[in-house]
């Protein structure tokens, strides 16, 4: 997550800086949801939710790894990496 963290370093206040428990619970409330058939979908939900919910957060990314993927091959997982920012979160609100 990309934030300004002046206010926090200054004060030592939780209250200046974004609450990684409300981080944690808002993307646990994504992934337990609805079943979705992407990894893309659920990491795009991720960072909206993460943005909607986050007023200090101004940029997000978020890797997505699936492990067990039908693939032929030899590999851990498949992943998914998406940025996403609050201009990217004012044109869904405008749309």
Known sequence: MQTDHEAAAASDHIDD???YVGVY??????????????????????????LSGNARVDE???VLRKPQVPINGILAYASVEVSRDREWLESLRRA
Do not use: N
Request: proline share 6%.
């Open 17 to 19: 800086t974004v609450s």
């Open 60 to 62: 997000v990314t978020v």
């Open 25 to 50: 619970d808002q993307v646990r409330s994504v992934v337990e949801g609805p079943p979705r058939a992407l990894i893309e979908t659920v990491a795009v939900e991720v960072a909206r939710e993460v």
